[in-house]
């Protein structure tokens, strides 16, 4: 209900118009993304590396309207990670198919995000391909099987609350492909995705285990205090290595439990978001916990 809530006040262009514009945005987003520019995402990156954070660098965007858009989006993301290397943070990259092209060609897509796949091999790290709606699914993986046949540089993100998670987790799990799971965080029908929390809850923990004793580096990617707990259970039950796996988060997003898990001596990546498309992101972002809409309104109360 509160993400297909936030869904339809996210698609408001009066609303958008008034959350980009308003002098408070800046402030109040800079809780979730790093920055406007890749030197604000940069500048994070190091400060959580001296933290001993790793991070994930996503530039924001997704739906390009052109294969142009589309080539400068994968030029803008070579730029990144050569930036990223530079400044020796030792991050991945975080990408979406439609900001490559997947809605024009797949073809071309394929070959936009190999460029930037082979180029992070070249650099020792990974690029994470996102998921997106169901719509894509299918091709999604279809992309991430010939890269990671070509390269072994890449890992999938796959989201607990699709119906169909089971059998592809299995499958990428066969085929040594590194997968991040999350819970997901677009609105699908119930034919597709679990409604109930606690349904798409007992999922990723299922699909959480199979990863953790099969799965090739498996990320563990949740703020669900109840599912954290239960993954360092079942660490500690089966004796699994912490260089086996990381934990993954959100940058801003329940530092009180990214602090505990470096403390404690685990592996942990932030995805750290930055640039001008940051509307869609950010309304996600309140969509998925309520706790973040309540730090909007308190912080908008503030002013």
Known sequence: ???????????????????ETSPLSRKITARFVAGRTLNDALAVCLRLADEKIHATLDRL??????????????????NSLEHLTAANIGGSMSIKLTQFGLDFSTAECLANVRQLVLRARELNTIVEIDMESSDYTDRTLEIVRALHLETGAVRAVIQAYLRRTGGDIARLCDAGIPVRLCKG????PSSVAFEAKSDVDANYVTQMKVLLDRGMYPAIASHDEKIITAALAYIRERSISPDRF?????FGIRRDLQNKLV????RLRLYVPYGEAWYPYFMRRLAERPANVLFLARNMLRF
């Open 246 to 250: 990381e934990f993954q988060m959100l």
């Open 263 to 266: 403390s404690e001596g685990y």
């Open 1 to 19: 209900m509160l993400r297909s809530f936030f869904l339809f006040l996210s698609q408001q262009p009066v609303l958008r118009r008034w959350v």
């Open 185 to 188: 965080a677009y609105d699908e």
């Open 61 to 78: 965007g997704e739906n390009v309207k052109s294969l142009d858009e589309a080539a400068a989006a994968r030029d803008e993301y070579l």
